[in-house]
């Protein structure tokens, strides 16, 4: 089974500081990978994506992640947390390859970021 | 460029009720797909549409439903309502090819009394 995995709930960081939040997922086939933003009462907003190569990819508002394929992860970073960083972020993996094309994203349980000045 | 829009922004509806919300995706993508964001659930998948079929669709009871329009637009309808259907509801868009991902509009608020 398809599954995307975010083992922490929440993250707190001080503004200024560099900041990860976790990602490890299990599909069948080649992922691609993605990472969005929500902001309270607002839709999602794409960060970045990994599809293929280089495995460190750079997104939106400075984020950058780092696609490990023999750890099955995809950990978001950012080098120097602002405060307007704050929100709710989601992994978000599509799988590719036979009966897995269904074209949906399979989302983790999101992490709260919480940037402190 | 205009985004993903959905309408109406919040909705509010009684138990055995139907409700019907709205997506224009971004002019150019061909795939819409509505999200059920509720409280503890996370964001599950409900629906598929491109090129005005259902593709697919995510573990969801029939009462769920809806279309796509030959202007790519969607509608989500979501009959015989009952409380746990209260949630934010999430239409987005894709262009086509492999690569592309979705962009999302703002949601829905749909709350059952």
Redesign the interface.
Known sequence: AQSVAQPEDQVNVAEGNPLTVKCTYSVSGNPYLFWYVQYPNRGLQFLLKYITGDNLVKGSYGFEAEFNKSQTSFHLKKPSALVSDSALYFCAVRALGGSSNTGKLIFGQGTTLQVKP | EAG?T?SPTHLIKTRGQQATLRCSPISGHT?V?W?QQALGL??Q?LL?Y?EGEE??R?NFPPRFSGRQFPNYSSELNVNALELEDSALY?C?S?MTG??N???????T?LTVL
Request: glycine fraction near 16%.
């Open positions: 993903v959905q795939s797909y999200y996370g964001l998948f598929w491109d593709r697919n995510g999430l987005a894709r492999s690569h991902e979705q962009f999302f509009g703002p949601g608020r």
